[in-house]
T-cell receptor
Framework: KQEVTQIPAALSVPEGENLVLNCSFT??????LQWFRQDPGKGLTSLLL?????REQTSGRLNASLDKSSGRSTLYIAASQPGDSATYLC??????????FGAGTTVTVRA | NAGVTQTPKFRVLKTGQSMTLLCAQD?????MYWYRQDPGMGLRLIHY???????AKGEVPDGYNVSRLKKQNFLLGLESAAPSQTSVYFC?????????????FGPGTRLTVL
């Protein structure tokens, strides 16, 4: 079964610290991996999409890497701010073309 | 562009009642999806559509039906609601289903079945 796992489930850091969020997947035959942000009671906002042929994607303070051989993706958020507090979800597309989601990491950035 | 919109935002049903959730997208996307999100379970795919007039089952299709009569709309129906269907429902769309394309999500519908 193709699974996506995010550990830890929750993370708390002081403002200014760099955030490192982990996502692992069981099948290296991945088409792409997408990172989302979800605020409480809200929908999902797409942050970054990494194609299987890419090693990383960057947008502002966000950088996501993809290592298919080890089954891992990492989302880096530089110089975290209280406004970065949210739940971050990763989701992978495998050979069935459907998104498989991790359970998410809830981030709290302390002012 | 409004992106992906969902109607209604909130709904409370009694067991056995029926309802339809509407999803609309204005991005001319071919693929549309319905997910449910439950605490500790993440998002799970209910049904999806690869184009107008087509539908297919996802991971948790039981108790739900869908229709895609128009390209821009994807309807999710509950014929006889059960408390186990209390959840937050999200609709999403993408240009295609192939690996390269990003999914865009609506704001969600919070459904409570009493």
């Amino acid at each position: 079964k193709q699974e996506v796992t995010q550990i830890p489930a929750a993370l708390s850091v002081p403002e200014g610290e760099n955030l490192v969020l982990n996502c692992s997947f069981t099948d290296s035959a991945i088409y792409n991996l997408q990172w989302f942000r979800q605020d409480p009671g809200k929908g999902l906002t797409s942050l970054l999409l990494i194609q299987s042929s890419q090693r990383e994607q960057t947008s502002g303070r966000l950088n996501a890497s993809l290592d298919k051989s080890s089954g891992r993706s990492t989302l880096y958020i530089a110089a975290s701010q209280p406004g970065d507090s949210a739940t971050y979800l990763c989701a992978a597309v495998f050979n069935d073309y459907k998104l498989s989601f991790g359970a998410g990491t809830t981030v709290t950035v302390r002012a | 562009n409004a992106g992906v919109t969902q109607t209604p935002k909130f709904r409370v049903l009694k067991t056995g009642q029926s309802m339809t959730l509407l999803c609309a997208q204005d991005m001319n996307h071919e693929y549309m999806y319905w997910y449910r999100q439950d605490p500790g379970m993440g998002l799970r795919l209910i049904h999806y559509s690869v184009g107008e007039g087509t539908t297919a089952k996802g991971e948790v299709p039981d108790g739900y039906n869908v229709s895609r009569l128009k390209k821009q709309n994807f309807l999710l129906g509950l014929e006889s609601a059960a408390p186990s269907q209390t959840s937050v429902y999200f609709c999403a769309s993408s240009y295609s289903g192939t690996g390269g394309n990003e999914q865009f999500f609506g704001p969600g519908t919070r459904l409570t079945v009493l």
